[in-house]
T-cell receptor, first 113, second 116 residues
């Protein structure tokens, strides 16, 4: 069955440090890939997505993600985190054209001052 | 950008009562909307797909008689939790596809339901 794995339940980084959140998926074909952020009291916001083409995609708020087909991964990165980046991050994939998303369990990002 | 709203943002009700949650696409039409449930510290669980002009499609294990979905127009879908019980307390989120050909969805801010 298709699945999305975010192996880190929570990650703590210092403000200004670099960040990488891991996401792996299980599927035979290349899906559409997404990263969403959920801040306390706010709705899910799309950070970036991979549809096709360049495997390094840029998103909002300084985030980027790289699709690696050989590793079935779509890891999210940011060179320098800010305290406002503290939130829950979800990786999701869509396998076909019906817009149904398969979600990872989420990674909670904690920022140390 | 496209906006999806939900109302109410928070509701507290007594056990046995019914609660209606509205999901609206504010500046675009949505023939399809999705309803999710999110438990504390867990990911989103797709409950059902709401289809304008036809019956909703429920995911396995979701009681359609308990979670009534009505897609009344191209901009409104409602989820009614009937005869609510404390175990129905959760965070309910709706989404609507952007129809951008890239499977993007826009999410509502969610509704926190607490059943006493």
């Amino acid at each position: 069955a298709q699945s999305v794995t975010q192996p880190d339940i929570h990650i703590t980084v210092s403000e200004g440090a670099s960040l990488e959140l891991r996401c792996n998926y299980s599927y035979g074909a290349t899906p559409y890939l997404f990263w969403y952020v959920q801040s306390p009291g706010q709705g899910l916001q799309l950070l970036l997505k991979y549809f096709s083409g360049d495997t390094l995609v840029q998103g909002i708020k300084g985030f980027e993600a790289e699709f690696k087909r050989s590793q079935s991964s779509f890891n999210l990165r940011k060179p320098s985190v800010h305290w406002s980046d503290a939130a829950e991050y979800f990786c999701a994939v869509s396998m076909d054209s019906n817009y149904q998303l398969i979600w990872g369990a989420g990674t909670k990002l904690i920022i140390k001052p | 950008g496209a906006v999806v709203s939900q109302h109410p943002s928070r509701v507290i009700c007594k056990s046995g009562t019914s609660v209606k949650i509205e999901c609206r696409s504010l500046d675009f039409q949505a023939t399809t909307m999705f309803w999710y449930r999110q438990f504390p510290k867990q990911s989103l669980m797709l409950m059902a797909t709401s289809n304008e002009g036809s019956k909703a499609t429920y995911e396995q294990g979701v009681e359609k008689d308990k979670f009534l979905i009505n897609h009344a127009s191209l901009t409104l879908s409602t989820l009614t939790v009937t005869s609510a019980h404390p175990e129905d307390s959760s965070f309910y989120i709706c989404s609507a596809p952007a129809l951008d050909g890239q499977e993007t969805q826009y999410f509502g801010p969610g509704t926190r339901l607490l059943v006493l």
